[in-house]
């Protein structure tokens, strides 16, 4: 049972502490009271899966509401992407409530991303795949509603800072999230060779490669992210359960995009 179950069903027995453990507990409020009582006896150290777990779940929708409010709204477009990643997880209806409470504290001009975002790197102990699943979520965050901004991406350079993500590596997630948003686009059914160049031009972002690359880059490239995005290696580093149907829709069309330039190339 994932820690998202385990919270529901009274059998949670730490608090995260520091600034996300406060701003998980006034999202869950009295539902989390509730499910620490009688627990002293089960306890969690700092670094176990469950704890990076909670850590993940709470900084991805509190940054994710912050991210939607820096250009000073937050669209249909960005509540909609939330409530798809709810849906994604198939959250109960209290956990569902705290992902959106987490959602509306990030938008408040008081939250503090710094800190929040200092407890978060703390908490992944160097998990680098599962702080670049964070900051692809961020950066689709940013996309949701068509337009991504200079004060979007001002802040998103300044969390990947925060995280230990250089700009270079920023730039790579940014055009792989661009292209497999115009990947999707296309639909289920996709055959660069019926739809032009630009879609296989979206194919080779997708892999962050670009058309000149061999076909031993290309399938490194294919390799390594799927590596990265592969559903039980996030989880065992920490990514809630819950989230492994968002996982596997990116290594769908990462899949996708991969033998899309085989089909052009014959290898």
């Known amino acids: 049972m994932s820690w998202l179950g385990k919270l529901v069903g009274g059998a949670f027995g730490f608090m995260l502490g520091g600034p996300l453990g406060a701003i998980f507990g006034a999202s869950v409020g009295h539902q989390f009271d509730a499910g620490m009582d009688g627990m002293a006896g089960e306890s969690f150290n700092p670094g176990d899966q469950q704890r990076v777990q909670m850590a993940f779940f709470t900084a991805t929708f509190a940054v994710m509401g912050h991210v939607a409010k820096a250009d000073g709204r937050v669209s249909n477009e960005e509540i909609g992407l939330a409530k798809r990643v709810m849906d994604n997880m198939e959250l109960s209806p209290e956990l569902r409530e705290a992902a959106i409470q987490l959602f509306q504290q990030g938008k408040q001009t008081d939250f503090p991303l710094a800190d929040v975002l200092r407890q978060f790197r703390v ?8 702080v670049r699943m964070f900051v692809e979520i961020q950066i689709q965050a940013a996309f949701a509603d068509g337009v991504y901004d200079a004060k979007e991406e001002k802040l998103l350079l300044d969390i990947c800072a925060q ?11 940014k055009g792989q999230v661009q292209a497999q948003h115009r990947f999707q686009q296309s639909g289920e059914q996709f055959h660069a060779a019926k739809s032009g160049s630009s879609k296989l031009e979206d194919a080779y972002a997708v892999l962050g490669v670009s058309g000149t690359a061999d076909d031993a880059e290309v399938k490194k490239a294919y390799r390594r992210l799927m590596s990265q995005h592969h559903p039980d290696k996030l989880v065992a580093k920490g990514l809630p359960e819950e989230m492994m149907q968002m996982t596997k829709q990116k290594t769908q069309q990462i899949r996708k995009a991969y033998e899309t330039i085989r089909e052009i190339r014959g290898f």
């Open 123 to 130: 908490e992944c102990h160097r998990r680098t795949n599962l």
């Open 163 to 173: 995280l230990g993500v250089s700009r270079f590596e920023y730039q790579v997630i």
